[in-house]
């Protein structure tokens, strides 16, 4: 019995690491990752845009108004038209602008201060409006100051606050960009500043 029990046990012992072997399961590859385009979309782009457009608050000045109960009330079909050219213009005659304090039109399309008189553009992408610019243009426009984009062009006047849009990422740029491009297009040219001595 002994015997047996020995030899049981000496071909266990010579048999187990072919025992373990054979149990054991090859390396499987790690399954292949599809890598997912991070890139959003168009419409994504143009929402971004949107939702920037909303809260820099482009519309308070570049789209005309009308006054409802509660104030001035977004025209939809002027929407980022800037000022109309329609508009009567009106004679500023304030001591209040000599001493630096602006004046708005009421839909706040134009304004007067001690620049002279200016005007909201166009932002829709009719050719009166940003319908020919380039982004490289709109960009230069929007973080330099610089009207029309135009690199020699003169400085935007006030109130276009294009100093606290200096540092936009190009990506923020873009989708307003995009965003303004897919907007109704709205025939309007917008007159040129009036100078100081001019008003």
Same mark, same amino acid.
């Given at each position: 019995?002994?015997?047996?029990?020995?030899?049981?046990?000496?071909?266990?012992?010579?048999? &187990?690491?072919? &025992?373990?072997?054979?149990?054991?399961? %090859? =390396?499987?590859?790690?399954?292949?990752?599809?890598?997912?385009?991070?890139?959003?979309?168009?419409?994504?782009? $143009?929402?971004?845009? %949107?939702? @920037?457009?909303?809260?820099?608050?482009?519309?308070?000045?570049?789209?005309?108004?009308?006054?409802?109960?509660?104030?001035?009330?977004?025209?939809?079909?002027?929407? @980022?038209?800037?000022?109309?050219?329609?508009?009567?213009?009106?004679?500023?005659?304030?001591?209040? $602008?000599?001493?630096?304090?602006?004046?708005?039109?009421?839909?706040?399309?134009?304004?007067?201060?001690?620049?002279?008189?200016?005007?909201?553009?166009? &932002?829709?992408?009719?050719?009166?409006?940003?319908?020919?610019?380039?982004?490289?243009?709109?960009?230069?426009? @929007?973080?330099?100051?610089?009207?029309?984009?135009?690199?020699?062009?003169?400085?935007?006047? =006030?109130?276009?606050?294009?100093?606290?849009?200096?540092?936009?990422?190009?990506?923020?740029?873009?989708? $307003?960009?995009?965003? @303004?491009?897919?907007?109704? =297009?709205?025939?309007?040219?917008?007159?040129? =500043?009036?100078?100081?001595?001019?008003?």
């Amino acid at each position: 019995m002994k015997a047996k029990s020995y030899l049981f046990n000496v071909a266990l012992i010579a048999f &187990l690491p072919l &025992l373990i072997l054979s149990c054991k399961k %090859e =390396p499987t590859a790690a399954p292949e990752v599809v890598a997912e385009s991070l890139e959003p979309s168009e419409e994504d782009v $143009i929402a971004h845009g %949107e939702y @920037l457009v909303g809260i820099m608050g482009c519309h308070d000045c570049h789209s005309p108004k009308k006054m409802g109960e509660r104030g001035p009330e977004m025209i939809p079909e002027l929407m @980022l038209s800037g000022f109309p050219s329609d508009t009567q213009m009106v004679k500023f005659d304030s001591e209040l $602008i000599k001493q630096g304090f602006p004046m708005f039109y009421p839909d706040l399309t134009g304004a007067a201060g001690p620049w002279g008189l200016s005007f909201a553009g166009n &932002l829709t992408p009719h050719e009166t409006g940003i319908g020919n610019w380039t982004e490289e243009q709109f960009k230069r426009a @929007l973080t330099q100051g610089k009207s029309k984009g135009l690199e020699n062009g003169r400085m935007l006047l =006030p109130p276009m606050p294009w100093q606290g849009f200096a540092g936009l990422k190009d990506e923020d740029v873009h989708a $307003i960009y995009s965003y @303004l491009k897919s907007i109704n =297009p709205v025939e309007n040219v917008v007159p040129a =500043p009036v100078s100081p001595e001019n008003m």
